[in-house]
């Protein structure tokens, strides 16, 4: 049987064409409701359907926070059993990973930094003796990648709950406000959820991270040279280069620490006296998108992240005794910061360090003494 | 955008050590205990003291 192709189509035309009238002819009624009754649905029910849609996106997202959740707890519980065989009470990792800090408040602003560096400090304490508690054999450095590590099982848990209280908020008064806003801003959420759970493997073999360059530019400086503890975590070395006096400063390493850095400056300029005449903080910023990873900028400010606390202090000492203050900066992205360091990110710190000295002779003058601070995270940079 | 292309490939670590007598780098990779600064192995061609002086990692398929 021959089929003819050309004839088939215009049958086919032919029964569709009611559904696409060309106009003239008369229609029949239910080709009308066919074009009617949905736009009654999506009148009715369009913005339901829009939720659902939102929804499924928003659980989906959830979902994948969660086995990252999980995963992380399961990486931490591994990591401090293979430190601490006979630990059995995981409660008290679950316990630890629901720690949480109450800001001050801050209706009356007055005096709120030296609060917040109050309870900073106290949390910081409280962990790590929780810690040691959990692997009460382990030597400072792994004590250190420890915290680290259950840091980030703490931040993806925190992640996780807070994501799920929105969408369960959402879903249960089926409100388009809440869900949305979650919708838009999942992205970011996931991007840096994904930057956390990739950061373990570095945490827990004590690689060196993206954040840990400028702690490794001051390293290098400090190398063959006397070094003491001048703040918690947190050494001090110096070092004579063409007649100006260089105090190096950065977190101890190789352990996974930041160190404190304001605590450091505070010490040198009103307890040892030492007259500063020249800041340089060296850090890893974010990059913006398009920017290369691993580029080298110079700038004016106090070059350190945080909540705050640690940079207040460091304007506040700099601006009362007329401390010129440079930054230098190394361009990474939030996954780079956190995760091994990338080789792009390790050569930049020799570029970092000819920025410094260019920076130490151009403005400088021979005789004054200038403070270098390396900031960051100093896991698997030793000095 | 290279960066986006690399997101999800593997990574192999290395540690660069450097002699400190002939300057010679070796690349081999990274075993735990290693960090950025700390004394490495003899060098493999003057046998003088080496330092680590660099810990990065390389997307495995890397030319470089």
Known sequence: MVINLSDTIASIQMQANPLFPTGGESQPWWVYLLWIIPIFIFMLYGQRIQMWIVMQDVSRSLNK?????????????????????????????DMLMEHFTITPVNLDPYGIVSKIQHLIRLRDDRIRAEVRALAPQADEVTLSRLENV?????????????????????????????????????????QSAEALNKAIPALKNGQPIGDGIG????GRLMLDREKIVIARDTV??????????????KAKGPGGTVGEPHTAIEKIVNEMGIRIDMIIMIDAALKLEGEKSG???????AAIGGIGVERFQIEEIATKRNIPLYAVIIKQSILEAITTMKKEIA???????????????????????ILIIGVGNTLGVGQ | MSEDNNKDKQHIVYTIEQCKVCGVKNKRTFKVG?????????????KGNTLVIMIYAEPINSNV
Request: glycine letters at 6%; hydrophobic letters at 40%.
């Open chain 1, 347 to 369: 050569e930049a710190a020799d570029k970092a360090s000819r920025t410094v000295f260019r920076m130490i002779d151009e403005y400088s003058k021979q005789g004054d003494n």
């Open chain 1, 236 to 249: 001090l070395s110096e070092y004579d280069y063409n007649g100006r006096r260089l105090y190096l400063v």
């Open chain 2, 34 to 46: 290693d960090y950025v600064y700390k004394d490495g192995g003899s060098c493999l061609r003057c």
């Open chain 1, 295 to 301: 580029e080298v900028a110079e700038g004016i400010g």
């Open chain 1, 65 to 93: 926070l969660k086995s990252m959740q999980d995963n992380s707890r399961e990486e931490a519980i591994s990591y401090i059993k293979s430190v601490n065989p006979n630990l059995t009470n995981l409660e008290r990792i």
């Open chain 1, 150 to 190: 259950l840091e980030v099982a703490t931040a993806l848990h925190m992640l996780y709950k807070v994501v799920r209280h929105f969408y369960l908020m959402g879903k249960k008064t089926t409100s388009m406000f809440f869900l949305v806003q979650l919708q838009m801003i999942m992205p970011l959420i996931m």
């Open chain 1, 215 to 218: 702690p490794m530019v001051v």
